[in-house]
């Protein structure tokens, strides 16, 4: 339990370890479009069924949401209705993404994939993407970055880049916890 606390806080002091970026989800630390987490004394059998567990316990519909591949990939396909504002008041997105995790003993890394983004307004239905492209099926197009790279939307970065975060330190947080297979990391249940 010591450990997770300490990861949850290492992780809320670093806020930060996905963000947006013009072509697409990548690690704050590297730039890459995943990050390895280490978890000591962790064979890969061990996070796999953490991170199992995890979609068991905080998904509606785990069956829907997971594929696996053996017990060396797990891809939770997520759906977040509302999930952050990416304009005015009114203007919140949808976002439909896969976040991937792979497993080695001591390690797992993490990748998310954005599949769509979909903005929900009172006025109009409307496509965000992470760069400026033609998309006419989503009709007006909200962008977080022009296509040469740079920002064009620093509302939606910045919300953005702090939702996904939230949305992933629970996993985080878990994957760095001892479980007893039940889903519950305390044996007094």
């Avoid at 064979?43 to 069924?49: E, F, I, K, P, W």
């Avoid at 939606?156 to 947080?173: D, E, G």
């Amino acid at each position: 339990m010591f450990m997770a606390i300490m990861i949850a806080v290492v992780v809320q002091a670093n806020a930060q370890i996905f963000k947006a970026s013009p072509t697409g989800v990548v690690a704050e630390k590297d730039g890459k479009d995943y990050i390895v987490m280490e978890v000591k004394d962790a064979s890969a059998h061990d996070l796999y069924q953490r991170a199992y567990q995890y979609v068991v316990q905080n998904f509606r519909n785990p069956d829907k949401v997971l594929n696996t591949m053996g017990e060396q990939v797990i891809n939770i396909h997520c759906a977040a209705t509302d999930a952050y504002r990416c304009r005015g008041i009114g203007n919140m997105a949808d976002v439909d993404m896969n976040i991937i995790l792979q497993f080695k003993d001591g390690r797992y890394k993490m990748k998310i994939n954005v599949n769509n983004q979909i903005v929900r307004s009172f006025y109009k239905l409307g496509g965000v993407r992470f760069t400026s492209k033609e998309h006419p099926e989503y009709g007006p197009t909200v962008t977080m970055f022009n296509s040469d790279g740079s920002v064009n939307s620093k509302i939606a970065v910045k919300n953005f880049n702090a939702w996904i975060n939230s949305y992933i330190t629970p996993l985080i947080v878990w994957m760095a916890e001892k479980h007893d297979g039940t889903g519950s990391s305390n044996d007094d249940w």
